[in-house]
């Protein structure tokens, strides 16, 4: 099975449709989405009718985002513009898809018997991983998790990134360059996160995806370049804070 693996959109229009071309002619079986639909940026019924109507067959998590906007979560984490973007889109969002959102599940989630997909992280979906021991923490949970499994894709952080766990440690690797093929080892663990979609902060602001070939066990990332300029342009005409557009520019 070959899998589009796509995290954080956060109601990013211009991104998605980006990536979307960019595999349009890409063999893949399935779409997974690793949470973060909506937040921050002003599109966030186009972005969730696109994943709804796919011709791919899809799977979702939620996301701390979806969690705020969808009502099971009061956002009280979250700082001011975050917060202020997730009220704003639960007041426009489309019934189909405010219901939607509500029925996401919660991560963890075995997918085909094949690998783990997490929001945040297979211990908390609304935690990062960013370092060698946050990864090693997560590590030991996804063995209990799924013992027979090890690959874990994450999102959250918005950064295309690859923990290894080896015999003698855990590898970090942030993702650089527009495309970069991981080829996955045997009597090795892996969390990799592919990136976001809607709002990179590697200081790379081209939108950022993966494909994982199951049966060859090797992941692909690749970074697609978008209007981010036509995006910031939406935020700040809707009202939301200037910030939220300006970051996309510099990918941060």
């Not at 009718?49 to 099971?72: E, Q």
């Not at 690859?162 to 590898?171: E, S, Y």
């Not at 993966?210 to 690749?222: G, T």
Request: with cysteine; charged share 25%; hydrophobic share 40%.
């Amino acid at each position: 099975m070959r899998y589009l693996i796509i995290s954080d959109l956060h109601s990013n229009d211009e991104a998605l449709s980006a990536v979307l071309s960019r595999v349009k002619r890409k063999r893949f079986d399935k779409v997974i989405c690793l949470g973060d639909f909506v937040g921050y940026a002003a599109d966030p019924n186009k972005v969730l009718d696109k994943f709804r109507t796919l011709p791919k067959p899809s799977i979702a998590i939620r996301g701390n985002h979806d969690k705020v906007v969808a009502g099971v979560d009061p956002g009280e984490m979250f700082n001011p513009p975050a917060l202020l973007a997730a009220r704003w889109t639960a007041e426009r969002l489309s019934r189909e898809n405010l219901d939607f959102l509500r029925r996401q599940p919660l991560g963890p989630m075995l997918v085909d018997d094949a690998f783990v997909v997490c929001h945040g992280s297979p211990l908390d979906e609304d935690a990062y991983i960013f370092s060698d021991f946050d990864a090693s923490m997560n590590f030991v949970h996804l063995n209990r998790l799924a013992s027979a499994v090890d690959i874990c894709f994450f999102g959250h952080s918005h950064i295309p990134s690859v923990f290894t766990l080896q015999p003698d440690g855990i590898d970090v690797e942030a993702i650089r360059g527009s495309r970069n093929k991981l080829v996955l080892e045997k009597g090795k663990r892996y969390l990799i996160n592919p990136g976001s979609v809607g709002q990179p902060r590697d200081r790379n602001p081209r939108a950022s995806y993966a494909l994982y070939d199951s049966l060859e066990r090797v992941v692909y990332f690749d970074r697609v370049p978008y209007d981010a300029r036509a995006t910031r342009t939406k935020i700040i005409r809707a009202g939301l804070p200037a910030m939220l557009g300006d970051r996309l520019l510099i990918g941060l």
